[in-house]
């Protein structure tokens, strides 16, 4: 994630004595059921359902402007039954969505103009792309990322978003993978965990490139090799957003 810092005006949030900053135009309904562990923002015009049931967040979580936070229900023959929302640590939630999962894990990353369905799961290390409709009671597994309408696995990785360009025909990509822009992957390649593929690379099909490799080139052969420093990469993107947040000087320009 590229992550830019955000100066805010400090008169529209409400900090807490555990570094939460809450934008005054949130809505949180049953805020006595809404629980948020520190370090977590919650921007302008979003809503938190907690009248309905309990609402849990961890440390460094985001929700963005207009996303809507509900918790799933299901229908029994005395009436509706509403069940807790958990949220781990490091979730950063984008403008416009509206999320009735039942449980979200840590380092999770959700695009603009989602909508994760009624008790849907999404385990640790999970992205889903912007406009992504997850549909009711999935599970999605750690490391997937999940696209479309409804909404599916694409691959199991934690990719960048500066990945651009590229033509994916792997038929399995670790976790901690950067592939780079402009590149091809061929058909059946295995590439391992925390692994490199520079821009403008080609690699071969049936290629198998083993963990904390550099690939590069046409055909692609292995470069070099990556440190052993990997699972930090939601965990300094929510930082990182957190600590570019900022008040602002408010701009008292005026304009004839």
Do not use: W
């Not at 805010?8 to 949180?28: F, H, Q």
């Not at 059921?33 to 961890?58: E, F, P, T, Y």
């Not at 406009?131 to 479309?148: M, N």
């Not at 925390?194 to 490799?213: E, G, M, N, R, Y």
Request: net charge neutral; hydrophobic share 40%; glycine share 10%.
């Amino acid at each position: 994630m590229d992550l830019q810092p955000v100066h805010y005006d400090k008169s529209e949030y409400v900090e807490t004595a555990t570094g939460n900053k809450v934008n005054r135009k949130s809505k949180l309904y049953g805020s006595q059921n809404i629980i948020l562990n520190g370090k977590s923002i919650l921007m302008k015009d979003c809503v938190l359902r907690g009248d309905m049931n309990s609402i849990r967040a961890g440390k460094y979580c985001v929700v963005g402007e207009r996303t809507v936070i509900r918790p799933s229900y299901k229908r029994f023959s005395k009436g509706l039954t509403f069940f807790p929302v958990h949220i781990g640590d490091h979730v950063f939630i984008e403008n416009d969505c509206v999320i009735m999962a039942a449980q979200i894990g840590g380092y999770v990353h959700i695009g603009h103009h989602t909508i994760v369905g009624r008790s849907v799961i999404l385990r640790d290390c999970v992205q889903v792309l912007p406009d992504t409709v997850v549909p009711p009671d999935a599970v999605i597994p750690p490391f997937s990322i999940v696209g479309g309408n409804p909404g599916m696995t694409i691959f199991l990785i934690l990719v960048f978003r500066k990945s651009l360009d590229c033509v994916i025909m792997a038929a399995q990509i670790g976790g901690y993978v950067h592939i780079g822009h402009h590149t091809i992957v061929g058909r059946s390649v295995i590439l391992r965990d925390c692994v490199q593929v520079l821009p403008d690379t080609v690699v071969p099909p049936d290629a198998v490139i083993p963990p904390f490799s550099i690939v590069g080139g046409n055909p692609g052969v292995i470069v070099g090799e990556l440190p052993e420093s990997t699972q930090e990469l939601m965990m300094q993107a929510t930082r990182t957003f957190y600590d570019g947040f900022t008040p602002g000087v408010k701009d008292t320009t005026i304009v004839a």
